[in-house]
Antibody, heavy 120, light 108 residues
């Protein structure tokens, strides 16, 4: 079964750090670009970051640029999001999502999400 | 950065009715890179339409997408009870993957 499973969320104080992980299974992880998408409570979807299949190309939303770092380990079938200098407005469910080239690079597989709460 | 504006914000309809959702881009979007997603409460989004008009695997044919340039539409021909949800459009740009703010389809 094709699956993405996020972990690493939790409660963190403003200014703190957190590292999210996304474990992939059921497909050749190294062949696909990956993304992080977040959703604040009661709000819409916000794309956060992109990484190419090899990890050589990376993009960030302006809202997280300079604070978040996306990375991947294809040998471990894993995607990561290092989040530093966290703010209250970073509070959200964070999803990892696979980009599928045959589908116009739309996000065809999503994880169940992990909740990040930034609060003192 | 391309901004996607969805309308209406909320659509109140009855089962069996036709739903028409709009997604307007602030500048031209390649049709190849316009997608629609469905999200139900407490669930992750699900890909419905990619390339503006192609249904993803397993998506019923009552869902259809159309449009080009700056104006795109998602149509649900006859609403089923399971279709009441929030729908998002998304574009894939050179360095961004923007979502619209969403349209909620609720039971009237």
């Amino acid at each position: 079964e094709v699956q993405l499973v996020e972990s690493g969320g939790g409660l963190v104080q403003p200014g703190g750090s957190l590292r999210l992980s996304c474990a992939a299974s059921g497909f050749t992880f190294s062949s696909y670009e990956m993304n992080w998408v977040r959703q604040a409570p009661g709000k819409g979807l916000e794309w956060v970051s992109y990484i190419s299949s090899s990890g050589s190309t990376i993009y960030y939303a302006d809202s997280v640029k300079g604070r978040f770092t996306i990375s991947r380990d294809n040998a471990k079938n894993s995607l990561y999001l290092q989040m530093n200098s966290l703010r209250a407005e970073d509070t959200a469910v964070y999803y990892c999502a696979r980009g599928h080239g045959a589908y116009g690079f739309s996000f065809d597989i999503w994880g169940q999400g992990t909740m990040v709460t930034v609060s003192s | 950065e391309i901004v996607l504006t969805q309308s209406p914000g909320t659509l109140s309809l009855s089962p069996g009715e036709r739903a028409t959702l709009s997604c307007r881009a602030s500048q031209s979007v390649s049709s190849s890179y316009l997608a629609w997603y469905q999200q139900k409460p407490g669930q992750a989004p699900r890909l419905l339409i990619y390339g503006a008009s192609s249904r993803a695997t397993g998506i019923p044919d009552r869902f259809s997408g159309s449009g080009s340039g700056t104006d795109f539409t998602l149509t649900i021909s006859r609403l089923e009870p399971e279709d009441f949800a929030v729908y998002y459009c998304q574009q894939y740009g050179s360095s961004t993957r923007t979502f619209g703010q969403g349209t909620k389809v609720e039971i009237k």
